[in-house]
């Protein structure tokens, strides 16, 4: 977060039937003569329906803007994101008083994803802001942009995540950690296989730290050494399950600070859809 530097600013996401012997037979005799590429039409056509396409990880970036250097809007990097099947996280960390929402270039609806979470420490001044696009449109150079409507030059971080082949958030938590060693997300529940995704957001007045995740999830992007005028510190990291379950994730971290941990689980479909079991 962000820290008072001597002549600088104050700084600071068909079935069809068939008969059952004609349908075995047919079965048997494509999946044996045919490559797999076609087996699902094989499957179709013995009136079996096959399985969805499981979710992946998809493009992913992230956009520091240093606090009084911030340019406005602030714009992502492009990404080239599946044409459809997807959908997109946004998180628009820093100051409060940036309230629009975002936009992008493909013409996609963002979702407010729970209420934003205000920083302590730092009198409401700052907070986090989660954002979804579900089932969403995609493309060559997609970016994702945010207008600046309170502070124009101030400090934002903007992770913009694509889970493919993703309709529906199947559960989320969000917590907020008092400074320790070792911080924890809530836990979120899985009906099938699914992305989780994690989002460690540290709330120390440090420009460098460390934030590791544990349990399987691997760092898809970071923003911990932070400019000399500061900025909001970040870690993205995910897991690809396999199956239904429940899972949560464990940040070790230096210097101990609070953290905003969100944990979200993206799903081709099942679960009770967003907001299901709330927040943490």
């Not at 087996?39 to 992946?56: F, N, R, W, Y």
């Amino acid at each position: 977060m962000s820290i008072a530097m001597p002549g600088a600013p104050a700084g600071r996401w068909t079935r069809r039937p068939v008969p059952l012997a004609s349908a075995l037979f047919a079965a048997a005799v494509c999946f044996a003569s045919i490559p797999a590429t076609r087996a699902a039409e094989a499957m179709s056509a013995a009136g079996e329906v096959p399985a969805a396409a499981a979710p992946t990880l998809g493009a992913h970036t992230l956009l520091g803007q240093e606090d009084g250097y911030g340019a406005n809007p602030a714009v992502t990097a492009p990404i080239d994101t599946q044409a459809s099947g997807s959908s997109f996280l946004v998180f628009n960390a820093g100051h409060a008083s940036n309230t629009d929402p975002p936009t992008d270039n493909k013409g996609n609806a963002w979702s407010p994803l729970g209420a934003p979470v205000v920083y302590h420490g730092y009198d409401g001044a700052y907070d986090l802001k989660a954002y979804t696009a579900l089932g969403g449109h995609g493309g060559a150079g997609h970016v994702v942009s945010i207008v600046k409507n309170g502070n124009s030059s101030g400090e934002l971080t903007l992770p913009f995540i694509e889970v493919r082949n993703a309709a529906v958030i199947a559960d989320s938590a969000e917590v907020y950690a008092d400074a320790a060693p070792q911080v924890s997300s809530g836990s979120v529940t899985t009906t099938g296989p699914a992305v989780l995704v994690a989002l460690w957001w540290g709330d120390g007045f440090y420009l460098q730290q460390t934030a590791v995740p544990d349990n399987g999830f691997t760092v898809a992007d970071e923003f911990l050494d932070l400019p000399p005028n500061s900025a909001v510190q970040c870690v993205v990291a995910y897991r690809q399950v396999a199956a239904a379950g429940t899972w949560r994730v464990s940040w070790t971290q230096a210097p101990a600070q609070g953290a905003i941990l969100w944990l979200i689980a993206l799903q081709a479909q099942g679960g009770d859809g967003i907001f299901a079991n709330g927040f943490e």
